[in-house]
């Protein structure tokens, strides 16, 4: 097992940025791939970003490329989401999820946090 809780969420200012963090415990943290998804206000969760065991390869979605930034740092059991230049459609509660394998699909993620809400008004 793995827990997982997201923080730093909160109210931001269209073009403002936000530091997510995701603290790990449980099975070794290292081993896993980390991922950020987000679901806004009657739509589908979405992948966000993903990071591998190593921290050496990060994929996002195009709709984040260029504004968030993942990394993790394995000594503290934590993945991060830097956000930057952020705009009301990022509305969203936001979650990071933990897995084996590296996937952009959300139902390929087996553990997953309770979620951090962020909303960036215009």
């Known amino acids: 097992q793995v827990q997982l809780v997201e923080s730093g969420g909160g109210l931001v200012q269209s073009g403002g940025s936000l530091r997510l963090s995701c603290a790990a415990s449980?099975?070794?943290?290292?081993?896993?791939?980390m991922g950020w998804f987000r679901q806004g206000p009657g739509k589908e969760r979405e992948f966000v970003a993903a990071?591998?065991?190593?921290?050496?390869?990060?994929y996002y979605a195009d709709s984040v490329t260029g504004r968030f930034t993942i990394s993790r740092d394995n000594a503290k059991n934590t993945v991060y989401l830097q956000m930057n230049s952020l705009k009301p459609e990022d509305t969203a509660v936001y979650y990071c999820?933990?897995?084996?394998?590296?996937?952009?699909?959300?139902?390929?993620?087996?553990?997953w946090g309770q979620g951090t809400q962020v909303t960036v008004s215009s």
């Open positions: 999820a933990a897995d084996l394998t590296l996937s952009r699909n959300a139902d390929e993620y087996a553990y």
């Open positions: 990071i591998t065991w190593r921290g050496d390869s990060t």
């Open positions: 449980g099975r070794t943290f290292s081993y896993y791939v």
